[in-house]
């Protein structure tokens, strides 16, 4: 069994393409966060979503992060190899199945008084003779109902590096996906409970990511409760931007390592845009960086 190193940071990409510069910065700043406060910084690479997921990009990413400069604490974890931790924790919490669509999910949230974004409780508190019902519907229909949180609370409160206190809702989130019988396999396990778990297992007690996962935090640190783990302190990032002010995506020209060719160059693009222009390799920007002093905007990428 692997043996980790506690307190830690990490960084997790999901190897659906190439990194983008955007990726990229955050890495480096979650590398910071960790190293400055003397924290082992692992990798872990979040391939449970294997129709997206490659072996391919997972090396091809690592591989960029490597390139300039960043070094982290082995071993390298692959969700992929999870499922018995994940079904493990799912055993230990209070579940039930959830047989609706998208669809039905999307005209269940536009209806009065519903809360945009979280689920509205459709398939909770179903009696045994709708659920088997329910059940038996969808197993004509080849699909596997899709299993829930049975939330305890309506919204929890984390501790943000930058935004201090945040207390965001909390629903029933999804904690394994469902999808068609025929398909069914590991990769299967959503987000919100493979990363409180991986977390957990690797003494994770820094998650340094973009902001825009702000919002999803109290879910996954309500879940780590549930599961009596530590939950970790949060530093969520800036995101890097394109030219109109969007998310920066591939759309935008050549953004990642491989398009702009330097690593070094990539490097000393990064270094700038954490506060940091004078750092000319990663031991430098180790020394001079300064989580103050992080620009709290969003990055525009130039090009």
Known sequence: MAVFQAPAGRYAPSPSGDSH???????VLAWLFARRTGRAFYMRVEDIDSERSSAESAARQLDDL????????????????????????LARLDTYECYCSRRDIREAASAPH???????G?????????RARRRSELEAEGRLPAIRLRSGV???????????EYTGPVD????????????????DWA???????????????????GDDLLFSAPAQAYVAHELGLAE????????????EGRRLAKRDGAVTLRDMGDPGEVFRRIAVSVGCPDAADAAQLQEAFDPGSLPREPWTWGG
């Not at 970790?232 to 030219?243: I, Q, S």
């Open 172 to 187: 029933d989130v999804i904690l394994k996906r469902g999808g068609r019988v025929d398909q069914a396999q590991a990769g």
């Open 21 to 27: 510069f955007g990726n990229l910065r955050t890495a």
């Open 191 to 209: 987000y919100n409970l493979a990363v409180v778990v991986d977390d957990g297992y690797q003494g994770v007690d820094q998650v340094v990511r």
């Open 232 to 243: 970790p302190e949060y530093v969520h990032v800036p995101l890097v931007v394109g030219p």
């Open 66 to 89: 490597a390139a300039i400069g960043l070094e982290w604490d082995q071993p390298v974890m692959y969700q992929h190899d999870r499922g018995a931790a994940y079904a493990d924790a």
């Open 154 to 164: 309506r919204e929890w409160t984390v501790r943000d590096y930058y935004a201090g």
């Open 114 to 120: 519903a809360q945009p974004g979280m689920y509205p």
């Open 122 to 130: 459709t398939c909770r508190d179903l009696t045994d003779e709708q």
